[in-house]
C-alpha cells in the first residue's frame, strides 16, 4: 500500500487538503490529531513533559497547551525534547492504524515532514503552500492567537521554498475552488501509481 505524507506551514491548509482525500474515500492519518490524544492519555507522556517543563504543563491531568507552547516555541533545545517524547509514540501508533487499512494509498498529515527526515519513509510528498501573510491572516481569523506567537511557530518550521525542493507534489492553497482540482489530479497519479506498483 502507498504512503503519502502530507505537510504545510502553519495556516497552509493542511488538513482543510487532508479533509479534500478523504471526501474521495482516501484513509487519512492526522498525526497532530494522535500527538494531542496521546498526551492526554498517556500517563508516561504526562510524567516525561512534566520533568521537561513542570508542573504547570498539565492541569487536572490535561496538558495545558498554551502554556506548553509559550515554552516550547520559544526555546528550540526543549522543541526538540519534546518532539523526541512525542514523535516516537506517534510513530508506533501510526504503524498499528496502517496495518488496520486495505486501501489503495493513505494520507499521513503532520505538522513536521521534512525537517526532521520523516518523509523518507513515505512513497510520496504533498506540501501545502500558501503566501505566509495569506496563512498568518487565517490563523488570526481561526484561533485565539497573536501575530507574535504564530511567527514564532514559523520560525521553528522550514521555509516553504526549502521544503518545494524535497516535495514530489506541491499544492497551492489559495483558490478552494483551484486546490480542489489539484487533489482529484493527485489522486488519480496516486492511484494509477498504485495500480503500477
Ligand atoms: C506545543 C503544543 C502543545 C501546542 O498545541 P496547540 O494546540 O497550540 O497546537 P497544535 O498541536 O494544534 O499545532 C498547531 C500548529 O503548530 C505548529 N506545530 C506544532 N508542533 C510543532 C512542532 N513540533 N514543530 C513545529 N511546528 C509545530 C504546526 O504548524 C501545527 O499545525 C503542540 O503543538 C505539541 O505538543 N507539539 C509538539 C509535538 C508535535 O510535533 N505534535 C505534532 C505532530 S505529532
Ligand atoms: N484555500 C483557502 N481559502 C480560504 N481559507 C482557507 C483555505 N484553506 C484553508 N483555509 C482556512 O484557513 C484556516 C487554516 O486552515 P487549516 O486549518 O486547514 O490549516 P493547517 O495548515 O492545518 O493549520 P495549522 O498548521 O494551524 O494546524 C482554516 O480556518 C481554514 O478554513
Do not use: C
Not at 496538558?63 to 533545545?77: C, E, T
Not at 518545494?164 to 489539484?182: G, M
Amino acid at each position: 500500500m502507498i504512503k503519502v505524507g502530507l505537510t504545510g506551514g502553519i495556516g497552509s491548509g493542511k488538513t482543510t487538503i487532508s479533509n479534500m482525500f478523504k471526501e474521495l474515500g482516501v484513509p487519512v492519518y492526522i498525526a497532530d490529531d494522535a500527538g494531542k490524544e496521546l498526551m492526554n492519555t498517556s500517563a508516561e507522556i504526562r510524567q516525561k513533559i512534566i520533568q521537561l517543563l513542570g508542573e504547570e504543563s498539565y492541569q487536572n491531568d490535561q496538558p495545558n497547551r498554551p502554556f506548553i507552547a509559550s515554552k516550547v516555541f520559544q526555546d528550540k533545545n526543549l522543541l526538540e525534547k519534546l518532539n523526541a517524547i512525542i514523535h516516537p509514540a506517534v510513530a508506533q501508533h501510526f504503524r498499528e492504524w496502517f496495518a488496520a487499512q486495505s486501501s489503495a494509498y493513505i494520507v499521513y498529515e503532520a505538522a513536521i515532514l521534512f525537517e526532521k527526515g520523516s518523509y523518507k519513509d513515505f512513497d510520496y510528498s504533498i506540501l501545502v503552500t500558501a503566501p505566509k501573510e495569506t496563512r498568518i491572516q487565517r490563523v488570526l481569523k481561526r484561533d485565539h492567537t497573536s501575530r507574535e506567537q504564530i511567527e514564532a511557530r514559523m520560525n521553528n518550521q522550514w521555509s516553504d521554498e526549502k521544503k518545494e525542493k524535497l516535495a514530489d507534489f506541491v499544492i497551492k492553497n489559495e483558490e478552494i475552488e483551484e486546490s480542489k482540482k489539484q487533489v482529484i489530479h493527485l489522486n488519480e497519479i496516486i492511484l494509477k501509481s498504485a495500480k503500477n506498483s
